[in-house]
T-cell receptor, first 118, second 114 residues
Framework: NAGVMQNPRHLVRRRGQEARLRCSPM?????VYWYRQLPEEGLKFMVY????????ESGMPKERFSAEFPKEGPSILRIQQVVRGDSAAYFC????????????????FGQGTRLTVV | GQQVMQIPQYQHVQEGEDFTTYCNSS?????IQWYKQRPGGHPVFLIQ?????EVKKQKRLTFQFGEAKKNSSLHITATQTTDVGTYFC??????????????FGKGTHLIIQP
């Protein structure tokens, strides 16, 4: 049973380009969470999705950032017109249950995508 | 706003010494989780505490959840080089009408000198 798969592992983008980060949850998991980690910082919640639904995007910047989790395929975190401040590690986590129950079960993290904006 | 705070941010110890990191929440938590992240790696779940005053042990690691369920600690006895990494606590905080994802502390970086 493969774990949470994220790709690419490393992504370099020039300012103004678009970044697309992919996350395939563990088999059987329908709840996906995206977190951002700045160097020497903790993980900051960005968005919580279920298949075809955004449940909570309160941690997402209002502009340039979007996320989706289509019926088929991986979850995508999209950053348009990247700026240097977007450089960070982006982690995806999946869970078999979500909502208020997410704190009651282990979250499985992918290995992250390290985005560098030059 | 609601947040989870961890201290210290960095801890240098000699191999064989003990290590403790503390986690405090501004609000009562339903439970708390601890994760370890190795340098360049991803967070890996260690344990979850649910009950007030709960204590759990994993070999040299001891986890405690405060009576008021607002603080927690992780203690490592006789550290080894394999313990190097960042230790995060995480709790489920509620905002508006529902729960967001886990709220992580900023972590304690454990550095071990041989």
């Amino acid at each position: 049973n493969a774990g949470v798969m994220q790709n690419p592992r490393h992504l370099v983008r020039r300012r103004g380009q678009e970044a697309r980060l992919r996350c395939s949850p563990m088999k059987g998991h329908s709840h996906v969470y995206w977190y951002r980690q700045l160097p020497e910082e903790g993980l900051k919640f960005m968005v919580y999705l279920q298949k075809e639904n955004i449940i909570d995007e309160s941690g997402m910047p209002k502009e340039r950032f979007s996320a989706e989790f289509p019926k088929e395929g991986p979850s995508i975190l999209r950053i348009q017109q990247v700026v240097r401040g977007d450089s960070a590690a982006y982690f995806c986590a999946s869970s078999p249950i979500g909502g208020e129950l997410v704190g009651n079960t282990e979250a499985f993290f992918g290995q992250g995508t390290r985005l560098t904006v030059v | 706003g609601q947040q989870v705070m961890q201290i210290p941010q960095y801890q240098h110890v000699q191999e064989g010494e003990d290590f403790t990191t503390y986690c405090n929440s501004s609000t009562t938590l339903s439970n708390i989780q601890w994760y370890k992240q190795r340098p360049g790696g991803h967070p890996v779940f260690l344990i979850q505490l649910v009950k007030s005053g709960e204590v759990k042990k994993q070999k040299r690691l001891t986890f405690q959840f405060g009576e008021a369920k607002k603080n927690s600690s992780l203690h490592i006895t006789a550290t080894q080089t394999t313990d190097v990494g960042t230790y995060f606590c995480a709790g489920l905080l509620y905002s508006g009408g529902g729960a967001d994802g886990l709220t992580f502390g900023k972590g304690t970086h454990l550095i071990i000198q041989p």
